[in-house]
């Protein structure tokens, strides 16, 4: 009850942040004035009505009183006429409602101009300040708009903001909120996108924000020099960037002679913002604006999909493959007869006299068999006296032969419905296979998005020995860069071996697939986890453990299924990061949950596989490791190598062992 009360609160909570940002855009659109008219508030109000219509009306209210007593009655009166008539008549189209706007809006100039006095300028502009407000808000009332009209409304908004911000100072210190807010969206466009998107973003918000500005051209120009200067230097990180716009707007201020529409604390204290401003959040603003004004390139955007398309129908059918390989393993009688040989027989002084040749051994062992199928049990009273007289452990025989028999026949019966039930999973995913293959070919175009610029690039050192005894690994390593995201996956198979390797290598495998065509990871995980535990044997286990690097925040996100323990190395400080889950075809649906933390220049992560996460025990197992990653003068291939010799050193080596480091440092 407490949790569904806290789900509430936090409801509600949100929900007022919400209305109270709706509110604020309404107020501010109001101020914006475009040659004597202010088209945006009563636009966006009308929208923000369909979901609180007393709050539009109230910020209507305060955004309008502003302009006047002539400004405040024309869109009240507006406001109030449009909702009577949607009350009345119940529209529902947008469009019908924004043709009746636009009359509501004709209607209160009407009445504004009877009594404040009608002059040739105001007449001439009610018709088209009326189609400037139906069509803004059709266009604010289209929320799945695409494209130009989904861009095209952020711009609109965005930019009618600053315009409506302009004048306002923050009180005591002297500072413009709309160059304020202007200078750090384009620090923010510097410091994530490249130079020619930085001195684009920096154009259109010097003219939006200075519009009515006698300097509104000189302005502009010092935002474009100052948005290069911080793209210039925004590589070096967010101090660069506040360093380089400020840098910008000092040389714009000189060449101009003055500081036009700027002040003092205009110019200083947006970079000091920014840099106090969290990366993520100017990563995000970055991202967005790269969004609306990249360009679209549908031919090379087309291509990119399709070969997406294409790695997915292949992953797909390795899915499907691996369904195959591991239903293989079905056991025969011949199995059985073997295992009772070996833990009866074998060693017993009688047992040439019993057997004599393998031909023999499966011979006595078929007449038991078909005892058991005519009686249902096997017992001292339906063997054969000659069997009971020439075996010296006949009693234990016996029971181990009825035990390894009936667990034969439960494995027969359930393979009967596991079989057919993974030939209908390998045949969904050749259909499905097929059918993302033919999406494949019809892709033709969508909009291009400009790939951000990278911060960040990795270095990887591995290492692996396999298990004493054994001559080959059963864990498998695959690093990989997709994007501006770099992967790498550790996969632990099940045992030691030719056997662990064959399924730590498909799960790798296939989640690199997965990864590389785009598809979810939590979705990933459960796919693959779906076909390693339809294996009949119920014994394809494997850990995986899935670390993700976002190159342009540095962002690192583990994905840990039943894997060994990873540490994060920043400074000499060390962070022990562990696995809640078992590993990946053990249940029918596992829930995994990501660990996030954000890395930055010489940050190192180590990632090891149950061979050295296992190689101490008790509460400070993890102490050694921890103490050798922080050894210093040693390159990442001898420290990755160090981990296995320090590890043999410890345990009787009864496990594959690996060792990976991954380091981050600046892109070049």
């Known amino acids: ?56 009306f109230f910020a209507l209210l305060i955004g309008t009183a502003a302009g006047g007593g002539d400004v405040l009655i024309k869109y009240i009166s507006a406001a109030l006429i449009f909702a009577a008539t949607i009350y009345i008549r119940r529209f529902k189209d947008f469009s019908v409602k924004a043709v009746a706007l636009g009359v509501s809006l004709i209607v209160a100039s009407a009445i504004s101009l009877f009594k404040a006095g009608a002059t040739p300028a105001k007449i001439i502009l009610i018709v088209p300040e009326a189609f400037m407000v139906g069509g803004l808000y059709r266009l604010f009332s289209n929320e799945k708009g695409e494209g130009f009209l989904e861009y095209g409304k952020e711009i609109i908004i965005a930019g009618a903001c600053l315009g409506g911000l302009y004048g306002l ?43 009515k500005s006698p300097s509104a051209v000189e302005m ?41 529409a700027l002040s003092v604390t205009d110019i200083f204290t947006a970079p000091v913002l920014f840099m106090l401003l969290p990366e993520r959040i100017a990563v995000k603003m970055g991202r967005r604006i790269n969004d609306i004004f990249c360009g679209q390139d549908y031919e090379k955007e087309g291509e990119r999909i399709a070969n997406q398309l294409k790695t997915v129908a292949q992953a797909v059918e390795d899915l499907g493959s691996g369904v195959k390989i591991l239903s293989k393993n079905k056991k025969s009688t011949s199995d059985v007869y073997e295992t009772v040989f070996e833990r009866v027989c074998r060693g017993c002084r009688n047992q040439e006299v019993c057997f004599g040749s393998g031909e023999d051994v499966v011979t ?37 032969f009825s035990h390894m028999y009936e667990m034969y026949k439960q494995n027969e019966v359930y393979n ?72 790498v996956i550790l996969c632990d198979g099940m045992g030691s071996g030719k056997a662990a390797r064959e ?18 990871k939590r979705s990933a995980v459960n796919m693959i986890n779906s076909a390693l535990a339809l294996n009949a044997d119920r014994e394809s286990f494997s850990s995986a453990d899935i670390l993700e690097i976002d190159l342009v925040t540095g962002m690192a996100e583990f994905l840990k299924i039943g894997s060994a323990q990873s540490f994060i190395k ?63 003068g040693l390159d990442d291939e001898e420290l990755a190598k160090r981990f296995l010799e320090s590890a043999k050193s410890r345990t009787v080596y009864s496990d594959d062992m690996t060792s990976v480091i991954v380091r981050l440092t600046l892109a070049d």
């Open 220 to 260: 502009t120009g010092i935002f474009a020099i100052s948005a290069a200067s911080a793209a210039a230097l925004g590589k070096t990180g967010k101090t660069g960037a506040s360093a380089g716009f400020l840098s910008g707007m000092t040389v714009g201020v000189l060449c101009m002679g003055n500081l036009g």
């Open 364 to 400: 006595k062992m078929e007449e038991l068999k078909k005892v058991i199928d005519r009686d249902g049990f096997l017992n001292y009273a339906n063997v054969s006296k000659g069997f009971k007289q020439s075996c010296l452990r006949s009693e234990r025989f016996l029971n181990e």
């Open 570 to 632: 920043k400074g000499q400080e060390i962070e022990e990061i562990s696995s809640s889950a078992l590993p990946i075809g053990i249940l029918e649906n596992i829930e995994v949950t990501p660990q996030r933390y954000m890395l930055s220049q010489t940050d190192m992560i180590l990632m090891v596989s149950d061979g050295i996460g296992e190689a101490s025990n008790g509460v400070m197992k993890n102490e050694w490791i921890k103490k050798l990653f922080r050894t210093k």
């Open 1 to 56: 009850m407490n949790t569904y009360v806290t789900k509430v609160e936090r409801a509600l909570s949100a929900s007022w942040v919400y209305t109270a940002g709706k509110m604020l855009l309404v107020i501010a659109l109001s101020r914006t004035q475009v040659i004597g008219m202010n088209p945006f508030g009563i636009a966006y109000a009308a929208f923000f009505a369909e979901e609180n219509a007393l709050c539009a």
């Open 416 to 487: 009967g419905e596991a079989v057919y039930d993974r030939n209908i999973a390998v045949n969904q995913y050749g259909e499905f296979s097929n059918i993302i293959n033919g999406l494949s070919q019809t892709v033709t175009a969508i909009p291009k998005r400009e790939e951000m610029r990278e911060k960040y690039s990795v270095s990887i050192a591995v290492c692996q020995e396999p298990r004493g005894g054994q001559e080959i690994n059963g864990d498998t390593v695959i690093h990989f860069k997709n994007g501006s995201k770099y992967f």
């Open 169 to 211: 100072k923050v009180p005591y210190i002297d500072v413009d909120l709309a160059i304020m807010a202007g200078m750090i969206i384009t620090m923010s466009a510097a410091f994530s996108c490249g130079i020619p998107v930085a001195v684009l973003t920096g154009t259109v918000l010097g003219f939006l924000i200075f519009i």
């Open 503 to 520: 399924i730590s290598s498909l799960a790798a495998r296939l989640f690199a697939e997965f990864f590389t065509s785009g598809i979810e």
